[in-house]
């Protein structure tokens, strides 16, 4: 395990299961307080599958979770979050029944400390002028920062991010990286699963680089110039 | 001289229309029942008749046996009904989600009949009265029929009760979170959201619905074990109309089905009993999702 300040989640010998197929083969990570770490790898490489293991969606998972000094591999789902924990999935999640509001306010708050409606709104101007619109009526970029915005609200310190950038035109992309590296510098905790390189390597602190569902290498950014031909390799890219 | 509408007069429309609102009132508040849960649960409720039953039944004994009034028996039953409803789901119909609807469907079908079969056994099936209370004694004449006070309450009841529901689940935070789990439980799940306990409660809601209708049909129609059953085909053929899991659909639906119903009664009275199943193939050919329903 790499020596962090205060550990805020950490994952020891993680294994994960889609009914017979096994997808992760033994994860292990750890993430300190306020670091922004990416897991990089190919599509298939576990990198949704493990974020998807901590959050308690893949049902069927080993070894060890702990968020915040609290053991959350038996844990049913709803009881993941409240260790202070959001998840912002791929497909993004909106929910189609429930206005651009509706969806903003859905997730209960966990802890004090969240952000309010208004420093949300003034973060993300669109999604106010939006607010009474369905969901999924919004642009891909604005139903992207919706999932981000929405748990801003929780008081949730640790953020699982997962493709935030995925299908995205370069000036959103680019609002997200502002907004992202604007939540690492308030001291936000974030896991950030990514495909687009250039993207992390602008943001990150550290990167794991994830193949057939295990750690196989892991990189500080300022090694990475270093390192960076093994890990075209790794990537494919 | 009478005033008539297609040959039919007036007067005998509007009477089978008003007869026709009070049966879609009944209809709607059982439809929605039965929306709710499928909406959620992707369970086709059979046991919902039984359960419509049951509300009657458990007003009746608890007027006939405890002396409890008719206000507090509209309270209690619904009370009794949803307590049922909750024990069924955390007993039995939690083990059967993750297989087939069939099995769901099968389990509550089941169940329907051990109810119905218990209460034939225990009261027969000739039927026992509910006294209409004191204070519903009487009526209005409205010029072109009778309207019994009880009737009046009855249809100002039931659009209330579906209507505050409706409000509650399109317009409020705890409504927000059962939109949310009819679309993706396991998202709302990994917000922190007690899922299984919403399923749960939301099933003991939409029982205690029937349990309501029951109460209120107790006056009217004679307590049977078997009311429920006659009831329930029709309000299957409601919420498919209206479209499976649609809330307003369902409501909408319900009254304007008793309506059509009542209207059949007078210009054909010989179809209106399949009147609504006639919509019924209709709709399932032309918009098999229902009229308020979305394409999956």
Redesign the interface.
Known sequence: MHEVGKELLRVVDLHAYYGESHVLHGIDFNVGEGELVTLLGRNGSGRTSTLKSI???IPKRSGSVIINGHEAINL???????LGIG?C?EER?I????TTE?NL????V?HSGGMTLEEIYAMFPNLKERRAAQGTRLSGGEQQMLALAR?LR?GARLLLLDEVTEGLAPVIVETMGRVISMLKERGYTIVLVEQNFHFAKGLADRHYVLEHGRIVKMILNNELEANLDELHELLGV | MMIQVFGVPIQALLGQLLIGLINGSFYAILSLGLAIIFGLLNIINFTHGAQYMLGAFAAWMSLTYLGVNYWVGLILAPLIVGAFGILMERLMLRRLYHLDHLYGLLLTFGLALVLEGVFRQLYGVSGLSYTIPDIFQGGVNLGFMFLPYYRAWVIVASLTVCFATWFVIERTKLGAYLRAATENPELLQAFGVNVPLMITLTFGYGVALAGFAGVLAAPIYQVTPVMGSNLIIVVFAVVVIGGMGSILGSIVTGIALGLIEGMTKVFYPEASGVVVFVIMALVLLLRPAGLFGREK
């Open positions: 959050i308690g969606l049913p789902p709803y009881k993941i979050a409240p998840y999935p999640g929910f189609p029944g429930l509706e306010l859905l997730p209960p966990l748990i929780t």
